[in-house]
């Protein structure tokens, strides 16, 4: 008898994975863990039924979480990272030697651990000596922050259930106060391919366009999320994230990578028409409201 994983990235479209065998499950105070080893993508971490990621694929997003920024501001030191309690993010960031901290915070003690255990690839550099974990919320967490940091990088959850407070107004500018003067800011923004993940793109871009004065939206193709279409924004109180691109400085750095170059970085942020319409939309909508004076 198969046994078989499904996702619905939409009411009407589900994907589904083979699962060779079911090697995690159990509750957490927060939500559903389950870990899954699958012929096709490796070992599989699901969250409330959703995929967080595989091991087939997790390089796409945590590349481009990481490097995207690492790439365009040349003094990152203090970088704060805010979920990404698998490691995968973290394991990048440590890769730069001219890090000093980093700052994990993490909701779900459980998660950590059953990644440390069932992920050890992704984990393998949650004990590095710059590394100092936080259990806690990040939204409250990052309300007392303020001019502490070069580098925020936002991987939650999608916008529903314990992570809705991580896509609301009050959090990105805490973000903001949480940066220094020339900070960074990144954060996942889905999808925008099926109707209720564009709906919530949207209104994620409409409230850091509010917040940053340079705020663009960048895509990679990661074949286990929604569509296979994902979506990352770039906030900045200084740093285009195209002008500010020093590819000789990182080039010169040697990190060896499978899917993130400087040729990719700039490409990613020429969106499709379709893609480059919602966002007009939404940043026009936010000028008549007064919300921000445009991009």
């Known amino acids: 008898m198969e046994l078989w994983f499904s996702e619905y990235h939409a009411p009407d479209v589900k994907h589904s994975i083979r699962v060779r065998r079911h090697l995690y499950s159990e509750r957490s105070a927060y939500q559903q863990i389950d870990i899954f080893e699958t012929p096709e993508f490796g070992r599989v971490l699901a969250l409330d039924g959703n995929v967080m990621l595989t091991e087939r694929d997790e390089f796409i997003y945590d590349e481009m979480m990481t490097h995207v920024p690492m790439a365009v501001h040349p003094h990152i030191k203090d970088v704060l990272v805010i979920g990404a309690g698998d490691g995968g993010v973290v394991r990048e960031l440590a890769r ?63 916008p529903f259930g314990p992570s809705e407070g991580l896509f609301t107004r009050e959090f990105y500018g805490s973000c903001c106060n949480a940066l220094r003067s020339d900070g960074i800011m990144v954060n996942q923004q889905g999808s925008p391919f099926y109707r209720h993940d564009a709906e919530a793109m949207k209104r994620s871009h409409q409230r850091i366009a509010s917040t940053f004065p340079i705020c663009r939206v960048y895509q990679a193709h990661i074949p286990t999320y929604a569509a296979g279409y994902w979506l990352f924004g770039f906030a900045s109180m200084k740093y285009h994230p195209i002008d500010d691109l020093d590819p000789e400085a990182w080039r010169a750095l040697g990190l060896k990578t499978k899917y993130y170059t400087t040729r990719l970085h700039v490409g990613s942020f020429y969106l499709p028409a ?13 000028e008549k409201r007064g919300d921000f004076s445009g991009l």
Do not use: T, W
Request: charged letters at 40%.
């Open 96 to 158: 730069y030697d001219r890090i000093e901290r980093i700052d994990l915070v993490e909701m779900d003690p459980m998660v950590l651990e059953a990644c440390r255990k069932y992920l050890p690839e992704n984990a393998s550099r949650l004990d590095d000596s710059r590394v100092h974990i936080r259990f806690e919320n990040g939204l409250r967490f990052i309300r007392k922050c303020q001019d502490a940091y070069d580098l925020v990088i936002v991987d939650s959850n999608d």
């Open 274 to 286: 379709f893609l480059e319409d919602m966002l007009r939309e939404v940043e026009y909508a936010g």
